[in-house]
């Protein structure tokens, strides 16, 4: 069986949005035990994370070390149209994941007892972005 | 239904060659509608990225930022034998992708409007690449 | 086909454990030729990376550039409450893989020939690690 779904996350600047509830409340509906939970976000300035889901301050920490790795005050880069924070955006992105494959067990992601999903937003602007979740499996 | 092909791409130096359409020739004709494609690069010192389609200054601005990252002239590297871009090549990968999974629906590659696929060839001469591509659906 | 185990692999401290041969080991028991191999590591402080499997001096130089790009004694993390060692291993968490699909072709991964499965461990101390490998295919 195969099923897909398109989720959408309005970001409100750079940082890292949790999502792990709304793709574990699309996939208790779909009737699938064991398989293969797919993510894909369709951009290159945003990402996807799987990062601890404990302490807020984890993110903060990342958004911030991606801040100093990849500058915006860079003025080497040549793709500069959309500002100063467009071309560090699809570095970061590079830098980080498009797609992710999670087990599906049980009828859930077998994600560990400290794992989130996050969509990492590299924009400064807000922001409606895509993940599309698919399933595979039995 | 399982399908899989290789692509041999042919790079000649550093940079992101894109192969979307090498990849979306392929897929339309397995006739497989929905399922999941997966993208494997069967080599260590070249990796998977996907980036922006439209500016072409995008994928220079990435491959000049990864040579100043990751730089040929540091002195620390134990694995030297192939040369100064050999570690560099494997640290590189390490920090973008050997896989991917994009979302096939309809039949075809769901990738969001400025989406491409590109190998990203890490190693200063020419190469021939390996990128093992499969569908899995129905 | 669906199948799917726990590995569980023993780290002592930073560095990168290779684990090929674990998962070839369980691949041949199941009986599927073809379809993807998944795999997920179920913690946030490490990661999972495919390099070259000949010379580990390869592993020993990826240790030592993470350590380098995300240094210990920045002041500036938020998050310290289990050690210099908690941020940094989130963070290369991120800058590396928590998940990675290889293709499966005639019943084996179809690695590379220099390509190796490999744990990446970024905390100082001994951990039991969980990696879940499922198979997907017929």
Chains 1, 2, 3 share one sequence.
Not at 9 to 27: C, D, M, Q, S, V
Not at 45 to 64: F, G, H, K, Y
Not at 104 to 130: C, D, K, N, V
């Amino acid at each position: 069986m195969i099923r897909h779904t398109t989720l959408t996350l309005a970001t409100r600047g750079k940082g890292l949005y949790p999502f792990t509830r709304e793709a574990e409340a699309w996939i208790a509906k779909q009737g699938i035990a064991n398989g293969i939970a797919s993510l894909f976000v369709q951009h290159t300035s945003c990402s996807l994370v799987i990062q601890e889901n404990a302490d807020p301050d984890v993110t903060l920490d990342l958004r911030d070390f991606f801040e100093r790795l990849v500058p915006e005050d860079d003025e080497t880069y040549r793709h500069t149209a959309e500002g100063p924070d467009d071309m560090t955006s699809h570095i970061r992105s590079a830098l980080t994941q498009t797609s992710l494959t999670v087990p599906l067990i049980s009828g859930r992601m077998a994600l560990g007892t400290w794992q989130g999903l996050y969509l990492f937003e590299h924009r400064s602007h807000p922001h409606q972005r895509r993940v599309v979740l698919q399933l595979i499996g039995e």
